[in-house]
């Protein structure tokens, strides 16, 4: 029996595949493609805060996100020196002057209250969190010498 130029299995396999696609658990990186496998357990370890909710990211994303490479303000995961698709989001991306972490252009215009222009501006100097609480603690100390 054919339905629409298909057999009854091939709806029976694309019916599978399309409940198997709904229940996949998915890298918590929205640009990511990664789905769990079979062999890889759903622990703590591979879990992650992404916009204040736990998320499973595979292994790259996992790797990433340890190392600090996400927006600071948004928590989209960067991957650096790669050319997958996860790495990239489509969005512009700001440098910290100091360590070199990178954050979203919008994200930094919505936190500083700027435009566009003021935020790519070479005046603008974008200091990371990090670096930032490292600037303040070395501040105190010199004052309090």
Known sequence: MRVQGKTWIELIVRA????????????GNKYCSQVKGEGEKMNSSNKRGIQKKKEWLCNACMGA???RQFCEFCSQIYLENTNEVSALDGKEWAQCEDCERWTHVDCLRKEYNKTRDEVVAASFKYICCVCNEKLNKKRKRRNSM
């Open 16 to 27: 599978i595949e399309e409940d198997l696609a709904k229940t996949a658990i998915k890298c």
């Open 65 to 67: 996100y340890d190392r």
